[in-house]
């Protein structure tokens, strides 16, 4: 099994310009989340979906950021403009929604460094 | 709201037994889990609690008493990869069927020779 898939790894851009991060779940999972975390404060839940739709987006910081889930085996976290105080490391996972609370699975992470 | 506090840093030796504990208040209350994280990693699931009592798995256990609002991870055996960050993480009544989590600030361990 491949695990959470997320790409790029790592992103440098300028400040202004627009950065997309993207995630493949793992299949069959059916919710997905969007995480963001810096020394500052710590792990943030910015956004999930449950098939395919957004549940909760109330951590999404700002309108500058968008998440989209067109399918069940793809997510995008869309930033545009980029500010230095998006530089973090943005993290996916993906879990079974099943009537309980289940393990989630964490992708390796985007680090995102806006200059 | 919701809000968790755990330690920043624990020092342990190699061998010894350590506990990390861990304080909610949420607003509806499912369950607590804890997630491991090694430095430049992902966090990784280590263990569940939604009922009161101990879950033990391996050398790792969790506490939970949903009385006092109040968690725990008991590390045995202590090893040197055990070094790494512990993140408790509550999970609030869900909406729709899928389940959140919120996660506390992280505990650092360091585990030393």
């Known amino acids: 099994d491949a695990g959470v898939i997320q790409s790029p790894r790592h992103e440098v851009t300028e400040m202004g310009q627009e950065v997309t991060l993207r995630c493949k779940p793992i299949?069959?999972?059916?919710?997905l989340f969007w995480y963001r975390q810096t020394m500052m404060r710590g792990l943030e839940l910015l956004i999930y979906?449950?098939?395919?739709?957004?549940?909760?987006d109330s951590g999404m910081p700002e309108d500058r950021f968008s998440a989209k889930m067109p399918n069940a085996s793809f997510s995008t976290l869309k930033i545009q403009p980029s500010e230095p105080r998006d530089s973090a490391v943005y993290f996916c996972?993906?879990?079974?929604?099943?009537?309980?609370?289940?393990?989630?699975?964490f992708g390796p992470g985007t680090r995102l460094t806006v200059t | 709201g919701q809000s968790l506090e755990q330690p920043s840093e624990v020092t342990a030796v190699e061998g010894a037994i350590v506990q990390i504990n861990c304080t909610y208040q949420?607003?509806?209350?499912?369950?607590l889990s804890w997630y491991q994280q090694h430095d430049g990693g992902a966090p990784t699931f280590l263990s569940y609690?939604?009922?009161?009592g101990l879950e033990e798995t391996g050398r790792f256990s969790s506490f939970l008493s949903r009385s006092d609002s109040y968690g725990y991870l008991l590390l045995q055996e202590l090893q040197m990869k055990d070094s790494a960050s512990y993140f408790c993480?509550?999970?609030?009544?869900?909406?729709?069927?899928?389940?959140?989590?919120?996660f506390g600030s992280g505990t650092r361990l360091l585990v030393r020779p």
């Open positions: 996972a993906s879990s079974v929604a099943q009537g309980g609370v289940s393990e989630q699975y």
């Open positions: 299949s069959g999972h059916n919710s």
């Open positions: 979906f449950n098939n395919n739709v957004p549940i909760d």
């Open positions: 949420t607003s509806g209350f499912y369950g």
């Open positions: 609690n939604a009922l009161d």
């Open positions: 993480a509550v999970s609030p009544t869900p909406m729709d069927s899928s389940y959140k989590l919120i």
